[in-house]
Protein backbone atom coordinates (compact mmCIF):
# COMPACT_ATOMS: atom_id res chain seq x y z
CA UNK A 1 0.00 0.00 0.00
CA UNK A 2 2.69 2.80 0.88
CA UNK A 3 4.74 1.69 -2.30
CA UNK A 4 2.02 2.66 -4.46
CA UNK A 5 1.15 6.16 -2.69
CA UNK A 6 4.98 6.74 -3.01
CA UNK A 7 4.19 5.83 -7.10
CA UNK A 8 1.20 7.76 -7.31
CA UNK A 9 2.95 10.95 -6.09
CA UNK A 10 5.62 10.06 -8.30
CA UNK A 11 3.30 9.91 -11.69
CA UNK A 12 1.70 13.57 -10.48
CA UNK A 13 5.13 15.30 -9.48
CA UNK A 14 5.92 14.14 -13.32
CA UNK A 15 3.49 16.45 -14.71
CA UNK A 16 4.28 19.23 -12.94
CA UNK A 17 6.13 22.15 -14.09
CA UNK A 18 9.35 21.27 -12.02
CA UNK A 19 9.83 18.66 -14.23
CA UNK A 20 8.85 20.66 -17.55
CA UNK A 21 11.26 20.25 -20.83
CA UNK A 22 13.08 23.50 -21.04
CA UNK A 23 12.57 25.77 -23.85
CA UNK A 24 13.34 24.74 -27.24
CA UNK A 25 13.78 28.13 -28.87
CA UNK A 26 14.74 31.70 -28.12
CA UNK A 27 15.19 34.82 -29.98
CA UNK A 28 17.08 38.24 -29.37
CA UNK A 29 16.07 40.91 -31.30
CA UNK A 30 18.82 43.39 -32.13
CA UNK A 31 18.43 47.06 -31.97
CA UNK A 32 21.13 50.26 -32.59
CA UNK A 33 22.69 51.64 -29.62
CA UNK A 34 22.84 55.36 -29.88
CA UNK A 35 24.12 56.65 -33.09
CA UNK A 36 24.38 53.28 -34.56
CA UNK A 37 22.20 51.67 -37.18
CA UNK A 38 23.07 48.32 -36.32
CA UNK A 39 19.84 45.39 -36.21
CA UNK A 40 18.84 41.72 -36.90
CA UNK A 41 17.85 38.73 -35.40
CA UNK A 42 19.31 35.92 -33.55
CA UNK A 43 17.51 32.65 -33.00
CA UNK A 44 18.68 30.24 -30.59
CA UNK A 45 17.72 26.49 -30.95
CA UNK A 46 18.16 23.26 -28.76
CA UNK A 47 19.88 20.52 -30.50
CA UNK A 48 21.65 17.24 -28.69
CA UNK A 49 25.20 19.03 -29.31
CA UNK A 50 24.51 22.41 -28.05
CA UNK A 51 22.80 25.69 -28.97
CA UNK A 52 22.22 26.14 -33.00
CA UNK A 53 22.67 29.83 -33.17
CA UNK A 54 21.72 31.38 -36.30
CA UNK A 55 22.12 35.26 -37.08
CA UNK A 56 21.32 37.60 -39.19
CA UNK A 57 22.72 41.01 -38.84
CA UNK A 58 22.50 44.40 -41.40
CA UNK A 59 23.76 48.19 -40.47
CA UNK A 60 27.10 46.75 -39.56
CA UNK A 61 30.74 48.18 -40.66
CA UNK A 62 32.58 45.42 -43.50
CA UNK A 63 34.45 43.19 -41.82
CA UNK A 64 34.32 41.35 -38.45
CA UNK A 65 32.40 42.30 -35.07
CA UNK A 66 32.33 40.82 -31.59
CA UNK A 67 29.47 38.79 -31.23
CA UNK A 68 28.58 37.77 -27.62
CA UNK A 69 25.97 37.16 -24.95
CA UNK A 70 26.33 39.36 -21.95
CA UNK A 71 24.98 39.07 -18.16
CA UNK A 72 22.14 41.20 -17.85
CA UNK A 73 19.04 40.97 -20.34
CA UNK A 74 18.72 44.79 -20.57
CA UNK A 75 19.24 46.84 -23.25
CA UNK A 76 18.04 50.25 -21.60
CA UNK A 77 21.06 52.53 -21.47
CA UNK A 78 22.05 54.06 -24.59
CA UNK A 79 25.85 52.38 -24.74
CA UNK A 80 24.05 48.80 -24.26
CA UNK A 81 26.40 48.83 -21.18
CA UNK A 82 23.19 48.21 -18.73
CA UNK A 83 23.75 44.48 -20.21
CA UNK A 84 26.93 43.99 -17.63
CA UNK A 85 30.23 42.22 -18.89
CA UNK A 86 30.25 39.05 -20.94
CA UNK A 87 27.79 36.31 -19.44
CA UNK A 88 30.29 34.32 -17.37
CA UNK A 89 29.02 31.77 -14.80
CA UNK A 90 31.77 29.55 -14.66
CA UNK A 91 34.24 32.38 -13.78
CA UNK A 92 36.99 31.62 -16.73
CA UNK A 93 39.09 33.83 -19.07
CA UNK A 94 37.85 35.37 -21.96
CA UNK A 95 38.43 33.01 -25.26
CA UNK A 96 36.96 31.48 -28.40
CA UNK A 97 33.96 30.03 -29.26
CA UNK A 98 35.62 26.12 -29.43
CA UNK A 99 38.26 27.19 -26.75
CA UNK A 100 38.58 25.35 -22.94
CA UNK A 101 38.74 28.69 -21.15
CA UNK A 102 36.11 30.27 -22.42
CA UNK A 103 33.16 32.89 -21.13
CA UNK A 104 29.56 30.92 -22.04
CA UNK A 105 29.04 34.29 -23.72
CA UNK A 106 31.82 33.92 -26.01
CA UNK A 107 30.44 33.40 -29.39
CA UNK A 108 33.60 35.29 -30.89
CA UNK A 109 32.57 37.00 -34.37
CA UNK A 110 30.30 37.50 -37.01
CA UNK A 111 31.65 39.31 -40.35
CA UNK A 112 29.83 41.76 -42.30
CA UNK A 113 30.45 41.49 -46.01
CA UNK A 114 30.61 44.87 -48.11
CA UNK A 115 26.50 45.17 -48.41
CA UNK A 116 27.05 45.68 -44.37
CA UNK A 117 25.00 42.37 -44.05
CA UNK A 118 26.49 39.80 -41.33
CA UNK A 119 24.93 35.83 -41.24
CA UNK A 120 26.03 33.15 -39.10
CA UNK A 121 24.87 29.55 -38.42
CA UNK A 122 26.89 27.37 -35.59
CA UNK A 123 26.19 25.09 -32.74
CA UNK A 124 27.64 26.33 -29.01
CA UNK A 125 28.29 23.46 -27.26
CA UNK A 126 28.71 25.41 -23.70
CA UNK A 127 25.56 27.74 -24.32
CA UNK A 128 22.38 26.18 -22.69
CA UNK A 129 18.60 26.74 -22.16
CA UNK A 130 18.77 25.21 -18.55
CA UNK A 131 21.23 25.18 -15.72
CA UNK A 132 23.67 27.74 -15.16
CA UNK A 133 24.50 28.40 -18.51
CA UNK A 134 21.43 29.06 -19.44
CA UNK A 135 21.40 31.91 -21.91
CA UNK A 136 17.92 32.83 -21.59
CA UNK A 137 16.98 36.56 -20.18
CA UNK A 138 20.32 37.69 -21.38
CA UNK A 139 20.98 40.12 -23.83
CA UNK A 140 23.31 39.45 -27.06
CA UNK A 141 25.95 42.34 -27.96
CA UNK A 142 27.82 43.19 -31.15
CA UNK A 143 30.62 45.28 -30.98
CA UNK A 144 31.93 47.65 -33.54
CA UNK A 145 35.37 46.04 -33.42
CA UNK A 146 36.70 42.55 -34.06
CA UNK A 147 37.08 40.31 -30.50
CA UNK A 148 40.54 39.00 -30.69
CA UNK A 149 39.64 36.09 -28.68
CA UNK A 150 42.44 36.26 -26.34
CA UNK A 151 42.54 40.30 -24.80
CA UNK A 152 41.11 40.10 -21.18
CA UNK A 153 38.25 40.58 -20.47
CA UNK A 154 36.52 41.60 -23.55
CA UNK A 155 38.82 40.22 -26.68
CA UNK A 156 39.19 44.43 -27.29
CA UNK A 157 36.15 44.95 -29.14
CA UNK A 158 35.24 48.02 -28.56
CA UNK A 159 31.94 49.83 -28.35
CA UNK A 160 28.45 48.23 -28.57
CA UNK A 161 27.19 49.12 -31.50
CA UNK A 162 23.25 46.55 -30.63
CA UNK A 163 21.50 45.18 -28.31
CA UNK A 164 18.83 42.72 -27.66
CA UNK A 165 17.25 40.57 -25.10
CA UNK A 166 17.35 36.38 -24.96
CA UNK A 167 13.37 35.89 -25.23
CA UNK A 168 11.86 32.52 -25.10
CA UNK A 169 9.76 31.23 -28.34
CA UNK A 170 6.50 29.42 -28.51
CA UNK A 171 7.84 25.73 -29.29
CA UNK A 172 6.53 24.23 -32.87
CU1 LIG B 1 30.36 41.68 -25.93
ZN1 LIG C 1 34.21 36.89 -23.08
Redesign the pocket.
Known sequence: MKAASVCAVLLVSGASPAFAEPPSRAVAVLRPTTGHSVEGTVTFSRTAAGVRVQAHIAGLSPGRHGF?IHQFGDCRSGDGKSAGG?F?PTAQA??APGGAQ??T??LGNIEAGADGVAKLDVVDARAAFEGRESILGRAVIIHAKADDLKSQ???DAGGRVACGLIGVVKSE
Open positions: HHNHGRHGDPTG
